[in-house]
């Protein structure tokens, strides 16, 4: 269990996060919002439609709220702490993410757990590739590996350099700008996979669920 002071995230600290955000018109649109940060499962259940299919009983969603809390301010933390060191953020984040997801799972039985699974898969998508789990169980060789691990850091200097003329832009370029760094980035993340390991990623969604990532509170609330 992680054990930090809480922390307000400021502009310094993390800035891709802050600058989005300032942006009204994707602020206003956490469907956008959803597809730049990775959704970790205590996230996705605040979604009515992911808690009715898992079935959760009061007392698990009760859980879920609890450790949501948590993790938003472990996260607020964690970029507090990390005076914009990108590879620091990420190393804690991913620390945070599999023990706050232990934990879950933990109050879950055994079909939640498969089914809160899939979804993670199937409403992150290609940005599931950032959870080490995933790329485990879809066996990437060490040239995969390599090779995602570029493109991850590749990706995010793509970002920062698309805010070097982020203020000046309307909210109209903001938006058509933001939604092509998602779709750039998705079309590189799954380049990386092997035609049968992006079937297998597919796979690991499970069956399709209608879900509106609009009902979603922008990252941090």
């Known amino acids: 269990m992680f054990h930090r002071r809480t922390a307000i995230m400021t502009l310094a600290a993390a800035p891709l996060l802050a600058l989005v955000l300032n942006s009204a018109a994707i602020a206003q649109a956490p469907r956008r919002m959803a597809r730049v940060f990775l959704l970790h499962p205590i996230v ?5 439609e992911v808690r009715a299919e898992l079935k959760l009983t009061d007392e698990q969603a009760k859980t879920a709220e609890e450790l949501r809390r ?3 301010e472990e996260r607020g933390a964690i970029w507090a702490e990390a005076n914009n060191d990108w590879d620091y953020v990420r190393e804690e984040m991913t620390k945070l993410n599999a023990d ?3 934990q879950f799972d933990a109050v879950l039985d055994d079909a939640q757990r498969k089914r809160s699974r899939e979804l993670y898969v199937q409403i992150n998508g290609a940005l599931a590739l950032h959870d ?7 066996k990437l ?6 090779r995602l691990e570029a493109e991850i850091i ?3 200097n793509r970002w920062m350099e698309s805010f070097g003329n982020w203020q000046s832009m309307s909210d109209e370029e903001r938006v058509a700008k933001t939604d092509e760094l998602i779709a750039a980035r998705d079309m590189a993340l799954l380049a990386v996979l ?3 390991q992006r079937a297998a990623l597919k796979a690991m969604e499970g069956a399709p669920l209608e879900v509106d990532l609009d009902k ?3 990252p941090g609330l």
Do not use: I, K, W, Y
């Open 132 to 138: 080490p789990a995933v790329v485990e169980q879809l």
């Open 141 to 146: 060789d060490d040239d995969q590996r390599q």
């Open 216 to 218: 979603l509170p922008r």
């Open 70 to 72: 948590t993790l938003a």
């Open 154 to 156: 590749d990706n995010r």
């Open 100 to 102: 706050l997801g232990e």
């Open 194 to 196: 092997s035609d049968e």
């Open 44 to 48: 996705l259940v605040q979604l009515d």
